[in-house]
C-alpha cells in the first residue's frame, strides 16, 4: 500500500515529480507551505509529494508513538542504526516512485527531497534507486547506512546532482555530521553542491534562494 500523502501541483499536466520527506514528528503538511517561495512560473509544471511517514514509537522520545521514518536510539555517531526500519522507509519511496512512474513521470525527471530524518531517507534511497534520478535535495540532514553504499549505490545515479544544506548552529544534525557526510559522498565521486547557513536545525530565506537557483539549472 502507498503511503498517504499530501500533493500540490503547479499547473495542469505535470513533466517533474518531487517526492518531500519530512523530519521527525512532522508530517507531509510540514513543507507545503515553502512551495510558492520555491517555485519559478517559468518552470515547467511540478508534481510535489508529501508523503506521510508511518507513526512509530521512537526510543530516543521516550518510546513516544509520532510519524518516523526510522527509529532513532541516539543522535551521537556511534548509535545503532535502525537499518531494518531505514530500509522499510526506502521501500516506501521505491513505491511512491513506481506511483510517479505510472502517472507518467519517469525517473530521470524525478527528484527525491528531505529535511533531517526525510533527507536521511531521500540520500538512502536516491543513491540506491536503479534508474537514473533527476536529483536529491538534502536538507539538515546525514547518510545513513553509509557502511554498505559503496556495494549497494546505483551505477545509474553515481552523477546524480546533490544539493546539501546545512545550519551551522544545527544542534539536532550536527554541521561536522554533515560534513562527515557529504565528504564520504566525494570521495565516492559524488558531485554535492554544499550551503551552510546561519541558523539551527531549520530552513531559511537563503537557503530557499539557493535551492531554487539549483533546480532550475534542472528543470528544462
Not at 63 to 82: N, T, V
Not at 104 to 116: D, H, K, Q, Y
Amino acid at each position: 500500500m502507498t503511503l498517504p500523502a499530501l500533493e500540490l501541483e503547479t499547473a495542469a499536466s505535470p513533466r517533474y515529480s518531487v517526492i518531500w520527506l519530512h523530519g521527525l514528528g512532522a508530517d507531509g503538511n510540514d513543507f507545503a507551505p515553502m512551495v510558492p517561495q520555491l517555485v519559478d512560473r517559468a518552470w515547467p509544471s511540478l508534481r510535489f509529494v508529501f508523503p506521510h511517514a508511518p507513526v512509530r514509537p521512537v526510543t530516543i522520545n521516550n518510546g513516544m508513538s509520532m510519524r518516523a521514518w526510522y527509529d532513532i536510539a541516539a543522535f551521537d555517531l556511534g548509535a545503532r542504526q535502525d537499518e531494518a526500519g531505514m530500509r522499510a522507509s526506502v521501500d516506501e519511496i521505491e513505491t511512491l516512485i513506481e506511483r510517479e512512474h505510472a502517472r507518467g513521470i519517469p525517473s530521470e525527471r524525478i527528484l527525491l527531497a528531505g529535511f533531517s530524518q526525510g533527507g536521511a531517507i531521500a540520500l538512502a534511497a536516491g543513491l540506491r534507486h536503479t534508474e537514473k534520478l533527476a536529483g536529491i535535495i538534502a536538507l539538515s540532514t546525514y547518510l545513513p547506512m553509509h557502511a554498505p553504499l559503496a556495494a549497494e549505490r546505483s551505477a545509474a545515479n553515481a552523477a546524480i546532482p546533490i544539493f546539501w544544506g546545512h545550519g551551522t548552529l544545527d544542534p539536532v544534525v550536527a554541521l561536522q555530521r554533515g560534513v562527515d557526510s557529504r565528504d564520504l559522498l566525494q570521495s565516492l565521486g559524488y558531485a554535492v553542491e554544499w550551503h551552510t547557513y546561519l541558523m539551527a536545525h531549520a530552513v531559511c530565506a537563503e537557503e530557499i534562494s539557493d535551492l531554487r537557483d539549483w533546480l532550475g539549472q534542472r528543470l528544462i
